[in-house]
């Protein structure tokens, strides 16, 4: 094809080049043929550009255009032309010129879609993942993968800038199963010992700072063999990133940087140069989440004080109890909804173990329906706390505070949707902070790290920490983003013998400790500098940024929820002698080896 | 330690910040106590300030000084000033300066070193790798993953700026054995069927290619499970590139400006603008090798014509035979070599085959020594043909083609480094191309692909290649510099059809051809582009530039010879639930797992 070789893109002809003779290749991307005249669009990574076959146009080129079908993958040297007034298409870049058609030669012949490429959103999703190298094709894959690219480039610039390196953790590591599964990989040389595959590079990132490399960055591959669930991926992408001689405001202002960089770069969208910082008390007391939509208001309000006066003894019975509390949603113009609508809300409620949700309208005669006969005395303060007028609905659940909130925040959610608050074009960023170090396991009857095991506690509460775990505020750190949690990050615990205090509250034996993280504690013993870090998921980052709704829409290969890849049908049966060679068989009888 | 955070690093102060106040953050590198004065060379990634505890200093400054031993992790805030005329250290960019210490804190303390930083090489490199995160803190090393951070950040730069996406393709896919062996991954949730982790993406990227990205890299970690080999690693990283609608001249266009935009923002270095190009053939009649090290000459010369008419029956023998051949080498000085010294270089021809190597003199008398005398009515034309002079040696072995030449090929290896003809300076690329299609395995009487099975024909071979396998030139190239192979690369089969015939060759079934490369032959039949690609090793690049001669020198975490972790001690064995939970179990019986 050396003399069919393109000369120009599908996507860069304007008027200027009218009268040029060019070669474009790419696939056909529309045909229409109109008796005489043939028009095809003709589509490349760059775009569409208009060739015509006209009627006096040679028999070969000709016979040529009749052969062609969509997605055949061909060359054409022709004209370029400025389009007749009337025909000027505003709508493509391209749209003031065509090509009129020269030569054509078929490089490739395409069978029958099993879709067609503009028209994916129609295919089941199953079947644009087997057909993945068609669904890609799309202009809407296309600009996302470019996006993507974008994207990682642009945090690489940034990092370089700062003084990052970029350094390559290994992928076949030792074992040290926390949080979720492991992926396994069994060694040949060494029968019954096992690689794993890494969770993240926690550990070597932490190594990086003691070996002295001062500020380090990886853009990692991470696995984690967890039970498919919504939109979770077995391997994912993170932005990882660690700092010596740091604390927690020196990573804020590297990762406000970054974003601002990134997004400035790549959507030319200005972001705010620092972003808020909420505490998880108040996340959870305002909005009954630690990663909320800030992209609308409908703040909780306190309402103990004045349940507590009130006749309604459901709420009282609850206050009298330890963490018992309170909280109301003023949903503006809610007097107006339904029994029904009203029903739908308890039942998001209820996901978060909200025994019920109560409420009240607001209407020119007082409070009215639901609970509002318990609260008549105190109508002027109901209407003062919750900023209620006449029109609105006041929602109100009591129970133990995690439960009251969480159970508002997924109300809070619904009706974020519901009444259509969010500007779906604004990116609302924020820092979580002030999480609890330790989580109290009731089904083990222990504490458990919150978030690790190597996250420093917030240094007021170093001293007296085993006094009362649960009230250990940790140094660390969560991202949030439209309700996304966008990142997670801590200040790490650099001294051995805090670590070990650490160990020790969350019932971890100094043996399990030297099996598990050996590596990472023996080189705690030769000068580990303070050190912190964050690892922003670069799928889910994307999928924000995209503005979809699932990470596999910003994944070029994806597996389904499944863990399978439909396209390649991984995973899938080997060869007995590839077993034979690592010494391991399966338990379970296989089934049947599938035709494919 | 937010009031000891550092306010300057160890590399950055010069007599320009004499009289100001700096806090520094860093490693006690080296310590001089002079009883009323001590000296603490005080260590972060941006280099190396000494600190001055003077007679006056503070009590608690002096006795926290006491307590310093080497790598110890402190902060010391102090006063620059500059040092005395005399006291300057040219060889430091700090040696200008010296910081007065005011206030001294031990951030964390060090265990004695298994061996000195600043002298790792005098250590067994398992050590080295065991304590990994103390050999990581020597400079030669923190240089050495600088510069790889670097050289990527330089490779992502470039393409970009050529409209290159880089494109992340899966790490658990199906299991495709090509070449080396597949690492295996066991599937939870499908019991008995496995992941395998990719020896390359080369399927992904040519789907790709169909996909329609047009310009695709990764910096990829691939992964083999092969046997130690001197210097494989069982995980390596590629620069993996494929583009569309291109021939082999535009992949070099492309490498030739990549290379010479990375070695000129790296190392300053400015390389030629194109790189030479030897056709197989030639590689292996000229230097014996197909990875040639252009750095010295010792080329060979075709000595079958003489030896055919010599009186030396060996020789003409082997002539007689097909392929047979006779290939010499002139060695400069070579006159002095003594017999053990011609039988170490015979030794180098032996391990490529060869039966031994003849040899001869050239003196003021004439030819003499070794074969000399079945050469003496021949000697004009011997020194003609040779170039040889008085003083030379003449090395000959006569053999089939390939063995006699990659036989001398050896010789000239080593005659290369043991004159030192070798410029350690220098970088030497050069392409080598027109590689054969096939290869004769005559293990197993059948054609073999060279290279891999989707590297199309050149084009004049296509119509006929069932006839002569052997003949077939392949759309197929190698990248070397200095001895070493740098890349390897290809166009690629983008007809369903010609593929079809490639297998048929090979002896690949179609329905072998179907279980194995399925996904993409599918992808094929929807209009493919032509396509080509190539994978620079990084590894390796980064080796010849850092000049070592090791790969694992310039990984942060390699594995040994036996793929093995010492650090971190992976692969090892796992807790017997994690193998229930992937229904697989171990058949030989396991030792007994260690302590750690």
Redesign the interface.
């Given at each position: 094809?050396?003399n069919m070789?393109?000369t120009a893109t599908c996507g860069g002809l304007t008027s200027s080049d009218a009268g040029s003779e060019v070669v474009l290749?790419?696939?056909v991307h529309r045909l229409r043929d109109h008796g005489e005249i043939t028009f095809i669009n003709l589509?490349?990574?760059?775009g569409v550009t208009q060739v015509v076959v006209e009627p006096d146009s040679a028999e070969s080129v000709r016979s040529r255009a009749a052969e062609l079908k969509l997605?055949?993958?061909v060359a054409i040297r022709g004209t370029v032309r400025r389009r007749p007034d009337g025909m000027v298409n505003a709508e493509m870049p391209t749209g003031e010129v065509e090509v009129v058609a020269q030569e054509i030669s078929i490089?490739?012949?395409?069978?029958t879609?099993p879709f067609m490429i503009d028209e994916r959103s129609d295919a089941r999703e199953d079947l644009r993942l087997q057909y993945?190298?068609?669904d890609?094709?799309s202009f809407s894959m296309?600009e996302k993968?470019?996006l993507?690219?974008d994207v990682?480039?642009r945090v690489?610039e940034y990092l370089?800038s700062q003084h990052f390196?970029?350094?390559?953790?290994?992928?076949?590591?030792?074992?040290t199963?926390e949080g979720a599964?492991?992926?396994?990989?069994?060694?040949?040389?060494?029968?019954?010992?096992?690689?794993?595959?890494p969770q993240s590079p926690q550990?070597?990132k932490q190594?990086?700072m003691?070996?002295?490399?001062?500020?380090y960055f990886q853009i990692a591959?991470c696995?984690r063999?967890e039970?498919?669930r919504g939109d979770r991926q077995?391997?994912h992408?993170q932005i990882d990133i660690e700092m010596?001689?740091?604390?927690r405001d020196d990573v804020f202002t590297l990762i406000e940087g970054m974003f601002g960089h990134v997004f400035k770069k790549t959507l030319d969208r200005q972001l705010p140069a620092t972003f808020e910082r909420i505490s998880y008390d108040d996340a959870v007391n305002l909005y009954g989440t630690d990663k909320p939509d800030l992209r609308f208001g409908l703040e909780f309000v306190d309402f103990a004080e004045i349940a507590a006066r009130s006749d309604f003894q459901v709420f009282k019975t609850i206050l009298s109890e330890p963490a018992g509390t309170v909280k109301a949603l003023r949903v503006p113009g809610g007097a107006e909804y339904s029994r029904k609508q009203i029903q739908e809300l308890e039942e998001a409620a209820k996901t978060f173990g909200a025994k019920g949700l109560a409420w009240m309208k607001v209407t020119a005669d007082g409070l009215d329906g639901g609970v509002a006969r318990f609260f008549g005395a105190l109508k002027a303060e109901v209407l003062s706390v919750t900023g209620a007028g006449v029109g609105d609905l006041i929602l109100l659940v009591g129970d133990k505070w995690q439960t009251a909130c969480f159970s508002l925040g997924a109300v809070r959610s619904k009706l974020g949707r519901d009444l259509k608050l969010i500007d779906q074009s604004e990116f609302r960023f924020a820092w979580i902070i002030d999480f609890p170090l330790f989580e109290w396991n009731s089904g083990e009857n222990k504490w458990e790290a919150a978030h690790h095991m190597f996250t420093m506690p917030q240094e007021r509460f170093i001293e007296t920490m085993e006094n009362d775990p649960g009230a250990v505020k940790g140094d660390l750190y969560d991202l949030v983003c439209n309700g996304y949690e966008l990142a997670s990050g801590s200040i790490r615990i650099?001294?051995p013998e805090l670590q070990k205090r650490i160990f020790n509250i969350v019932g971890f034996s100094p043996e399990e400790a030297?099996?598990r993280f050996?590596?990472l504690l023996n080189?705690?013993?030769?000068?580990?500098?303070?050190h912190g870090g964050i690892a922003p998921g670069l799928d889910r980052l994307l999928m924000i940024m995209a503005g979809e709704s699932s990470i596999r829409e910003v994944?070029?290969?994806p597996?389904n929820t499944?863990?399978?890849?439909p396209?390649?049908?991984?995973?899938?049966?080997?060869?007995d002698k590839?077993?034979r060679?690592?010494?391991?068989?399966?338990?379970?009888p296989?089934?049947e080896p599938s035709g494919?």
């Open positions: 094809m050396e070789k393109r290749n790419g696939w589509r490349d990574r760059y997605e055949y993958c490089l490739t012949r395409s069978e879609l993945r190298f068609l890609l094709r296309q993968i470019r993507r690219h990682a480039f690489r370089n390196y970029e350094i390559e953790t290994p992928t076949l590591i030792r074992s199963p599964r492991d992926f396994l990989v069994p060694s040949r040389v060494q029968p019954g010992k096992f690689y794993a595959l550990l070597y190594i990086l003691v070996s002295g490399f001062d500020r591959h696995f063999d039970d498919a077995i391997e992408t010596s001689f740091v604390s650099n001294d030297e099996r050996g590596f080189a705690f013993r030769f000068g580990a500098p303070p994944i070029a290969f597996k499944a863990g399978v890849s396209m390649d049908d991984a995973p899938n049966f080997v060869d590839q077993l060679e690592l010494s391991i068989h399966v338990d379970a296989a089934p494919r």
